[in-house]
């Protein structure tokens, strides 16, 4: 079974552009969830989608933005970056929603912000 | 904000050693506490994990132990070997919720 995929697996943009990343999750997973990594700080938890809702939000402004489409893949998008948006975004599907599962992540996208 | 604290930041352990990882939550709305392990270029992957029902688990040289009255648990790796040297992050996970540690960074000395 192919694991979670995510692309682009870099990205360089300059700020105020916009990006949108892509996740698809492993086969049968409904539950797609986005986090944030940079040093110092782990993951932090940007939203989860199930069955193409959003289930939960993490403390990140509008211009982070995400959706499922019907056949569990996710985009996440990004509007008017900034240098502090540069970042590891991953991208983790589980079978059921996050909690009490396990969640399988992809490798991530690596984006830089210029 | 809930959150879960890890620590230490950073270990280095001579191999054969033990490997000892801490982490701490505030809130007793979770019932599931995973440990992930990252490699360089990777995604986390799950390691080990346990439930509130019971206080200790072992999966070969990773065990965690989980003291539910002080909120806390541990991954200890046995016999760390240089292929264990990886980030390793606790998490605590509830309904609809999922935290993570900030990570600490093992590096085991041949």
């Known amino acids: 079974k192919a694991g979670v995929t995510q692309t682009p697996r870099y990205l360089i943009k300059t700020r105020g552009q916009q990006v949108t990343l892509s996740c698809s999750p492993i086969?049968?997973?409904?539950?797609v969830s986005w986090y944030q990594q940079t040093p110092g700080q782990g993951l932090q938890f940007l939203f989860e989608?199930?069955?193409?809702?959003?289930?939960n939000k993490g403390n990140f402004p509008g211009r982070f933005s995400g959706r499922q489409f019907s056949n569990s893949r996710s985009e996440m998008n990004v509007s008017t970056l900034e240098l502090g948006d540069s970042a590891l975004y991953l991208c983790?599907?589980?079978?059921?929603?996050?909690?009490?599962?396990?969640?399988?992540f992809g490798p991530g996208t690596r984006l830089t912000v210029l | 904000q809930q959150q879960v604290k890890q620590s230490p930041q950073s270990l280095i352990v001579q191999k054969g050693g033990i490997s000892i990882i801490n982490c701490a939550y505030e809130?007793?709305?979770?019932?599931?506490f995973p440990w992930y392990q990252q490699f360089p270029g990777k995604g986390p992957a799950l390691l080990i994990a346990?439930?509130?029902?019971?206080s200790e688990k072992k999966e070969g040289r990773f065990t965690i132990s989980f003291n539910k009255s002080a909120k806390q648990f541990s991954l200890h790796i046995m016999d760390s070997q240089p292929g264990d040297s990886a980030t390793y992050f606790c998490?605590?996970?509830?309904?609809?919720?999922?935290?993570f540690g900030t990570g600490t960074r093992l590096k085991v000395l041949a």
């Open positions: 989608y199930f069955s193409e809702t959003q289930r």
């Open positions: 983790a599907s589980s079978l059921g929603t996050s909690g009490n599962n396990e969640q399988f």
């Open positions: 809130n007793t709305a979770f019932d599931y």
């Open positions: 998490a605590v996970s509830g309904t609809y919720k999922y935290i």
């Open positions: 346990i439930r509130p029902d019971v």
């Open positions: 086969s049968g997973h409904r539950s």
